[in-house]
Every structure is written in C-alpha cells, then in structure tokens.
C-alpha cells in the first residue's frame, strides 16, 4: 500500500526508483512505495532532476513544485510536491497506476 502524506501545503509521495530504464514510467507499488522508473543514469544528480519532471510532468504541476527531500543517493526517496493536495495527486495517480493501492 503506498501512502501519501502532507506537509506544508503539499503532499509527500515515497518513491522506489529504477535508473537507466528504458523508458520514464510509474510502474506500480514496491515495499509501500511508487515506482518509478527513469531513463536517466544515478550520476551527477541526472536522476533526481529527472525525477522531478517526469512527476511534474505526469501530476500537472510545473517542475518547480517538486522537490526531493530526502534520498538524494537513494533508490528510495521521499518527494514534496508542492501545491497539490493529497486528496489531487490520489486521484490524478489512481487513474494512471491501476494496480496500486493507495492510502491517504
């Protein structure tokens, strides 16, 4: 079950990610929380960047709003995304991650 959390007016979403995939996708639950895979390569913080845009990109948010708050040499991350309600980014992920389960 992958839970969303609020903090300072925006949700905290914690991510398992997959470097140099193929593709950028959100590709279900791993261990409570979202994966996400990411073309980009663990190195000079190319991830991290690009991790911020693709849930930017994929929550309707510009790339500003998201920010890594911790796990910045991780697989595991915790991310704000700022201006954007819990209540939003469930329903805007439930749609595009079907076989996820979702806890506010």
Known sequence: MIRLGEKDGGVVLSLRVQPRASRNALCGEYDGALKVRLKAPPVDDAANRECCRFLAKT????????????GHTSRTKRVLVDGLTPQDALGRLRTLVDDADFEL
């Open 59 to 70: 929550l309707g948010v510009s790339a500003s709003q998201v920010v890594v708050m911790s």
